[in-house]
């Protein structure tokens, strides 16, 4: 059963241009989020996080979007930029499972010059 | 650099063989956790150290067992390998014990193929 899920596994973006990457979770005991982004042969690396208690978080050109109720997420890249291009992951965790974040299959994201 | 060091980066033996991965977490971190990820997978959590004790277990199956070292790197063990075990082993660490509202900081990985 998969708690995390990016439904796209792919997406193409013209440079300049937003990019827009979903993540829906099941658990509802689920009360934070992280964005890892992995470029080829190299480990993830954290991007950006967002708690629950908030619906926006803002880093430079990275915004992420919780929307509780609806059980989803998403981050926006604004403006694109072709070093983008990598696969980015959503994760979750919940405070009162404190062992083990929960990843996401990945969005791999190809910004075109 | 996330400062996390995992050796091999490669890796390839046979059906039925055993081996060690390596990781050595990021300089103050006292947690380790090791995850799998498979072709068109995401990172499955496989197991976390911390400070040199099991903290919390994943989808760890029995044959792999893991241990954290008073310097505090870590070793996977693989044993009995199955062809499906191929895939890439992700070390990563972080300061403290919970992984809520911590982020983590991943090693570049092994790669292991087992034929």
């Known amino acids: 059963d998969q708690q995390v899920k990016q439904n796209s596994p792919s997406l193409s973006v013209q440079e300049g241009r937003i990019s827009i990457l979903n993540c829906d979770y099941t658990?509802?005991?689920?009360?934070?989020f992280l964005w890892y982004k992995k470029y080829p042969a190299e480990g993830p690396t954290f991007l950006i996080s967002?708690?629950?208690?908030?619906d926006k978080n803002e880093d430079g050109r990275f915004t992420v979007f919780l929307n509780k109720s609806a059980k989803h997420l998403s981050l926006h890249i604004v403006p694109s930029q072709p070093g983008d291009s990598a696969v980015y992951f959503c994760?979750?965790?919940?405070?009162?499972?404190?062992?083990?974040?929960?990843f996401g299959p990945g969005t791999s994201l190809s910004v075109i010059p | 650099d996330s400062g996390v060091t995992q050796t091999p980066k490669h890796l390839i033996t046979a059906t039925g063989q055993r081996v060690t991965l390596r990781c050595s977490p990021r300089?103050?971190?006292?947690?380790v956790y090791w995850y799998q990820q498979s072709l068109d997978q995401g990172l499955q959590f496989l197991i976390q150290?911390?400070?040199?004790?099991?903290?919390a277990k994943g989808n760890i199956l029995e044959r792999f067992s893991a241990q954290q070292f008073p310097d505090l790197h870590s070793e996977l063990n693989l044993s009995s390998l199955e062809l499906g075990d191929s895939a890439l082993y992700f070390c990563?660490?972080?300061?403290?014990?919970?992984?809520?509202?911590?982020?983590?900081?991943f090693g570049n990985g092994t790669r292991l193929t087992v034929t």
């Open positions: 150290y911390y400070n040199g004790e099991e903290r």
């Open positions: 658990n509802s005991m689920f009360d934070y």
């Open positions: 300089s103050g971190d006292l947690s």
């Open positions: 990563a660490s972080s300061v403290g014990a919970d992984t809520y509202n911590s982020p983590l900081h």
């Open positions: 994760a979750a965790s919940a405070e009162t499972s404190y062992d083990k974040v929960i």
């Open positions: 967002i708690s629950s208690i908030k």
